[in-house]
């Protein structure tokens, strides 16, 4: 069924002016001007097609055509209030949902969300695996952590890093470079080629060669010793983005997330 268009400025004007009895009061309440809401009532009045104040002897005087309508229209706004409290209900709540491709939960996100969970028992994590682009509306999103060059086309925070590193196995392994999609070799001059970066890492780990990753995924494996570094680690154009659309990044427990991700 159509929905009626309902002009709720003009209604919220009714309301204030019907409990104030004066426009000059109810002015007042809204921040704006008495002739403000003399308008305002007459358009509401013009669109509904009766009178809802008189002014007589004693003053501004509700019409019954005014009165009747009076108690559903507070209880609209107080339903109003009540839809929009559990709109906001989401930006306190403890359970945040966050997609990032999966070596990066692995070898970065998953630590770091424990460590973060130990400071506030009632924070809840929802892990969701994802390389691309994500919908934020249909996976019901609240953050996301992209490779690229910037957050694209939502709001964004780099995550930093010393840019890319190559490993390889305590005491060295196979003579070949081990090559992922997206990353700084040439595929074709690689004999062993996997999925993404993480599996490179635990590749090189085992001994099949050599492998040029992100310093920011490789960092925990060569503090344990189970590759390390070739040289130094390198600048590079691409990056690790924690990204989300306007309105979940004014969240509050999205700016509190990004914020110790990013400590």
Same mark, same amino acid.
């Given at each position: ?49 009766? $009178? ?6 004693? *003053? ?8 009747? *309508? ?55 994590? $929802? ?45 060295? *392994? ?68 924690? $990204? ?13 997330? $990004? ?5």
């Amino acid at each position: 069924m159509k929905r009626t268009h309902l002009p709720l400025n003009g209604l919220r004007v009714l309301d204030a002016a019907a409990r104030h009895l004066s426009f000059t009061r109810a002015a007042d309440e809204l921040a704006v001007t008495p002739a403000a809401v003399g308008q305002q009532i007459r358009a509401l009045e013009d669109t509904l097609g009766v $009178v809802l104040f008189r002014r007589t002897t004693k *003053g501004l005087e509700l019409t019954p055509e005014g009165e009747a *309508g009076l108690a559903a229209l507070r209880h609209g706004f107080l339903q109003f209030e009540e839809a929009v409290r559990a709109m906001q209900a989401g930006q306190t709540s403890k359970s945040l949902t966050i997609a990032a491709p999966r070596d990066l939960t692995e070898k970065w996100l998953m630590p770091r969300l424990a460590e973060i969970a130990r400071s506030d028992g009632e924070l809840r994590f $929802v892990l969701v695996s994802a390389d691309e682009d994500v919908d934020f509306t249909e996976a019901n999103l609240d953050l996301a952590i992209r490779w690229g060059d910037g957050p694209g086309e939502h709001e964004g925070e780099a995550i930093e890093s010393e840019g890319m590193i190559t490993i390889e196995r305590p005491g060295g *392994g196979i003579d070949t470079r081990i090559s992922w999609p997206g990353c700084v070799n040439d595929p074709a001059t690689s004999l062993v080629r996997v999925g993404d970066a993480g599996l490179a890492l635990d590749a090189a780990a085992q001994g099949l060669g050599r492998a040029t990753v992100p310093e920011l995924l490789a960092a925990a494996d060569i503090a344990a010793g189970r590759v390390v570094a070739i040289g130094d680690p390198k600048p590079y154009r691409l990056g690790y983005w924690l $990204v989300a659309p306007l309105p979940q990044w004014r969240q509050k427990k999205v700016k509190a997330l $990004v914020e110790a991700l990013t400590a």
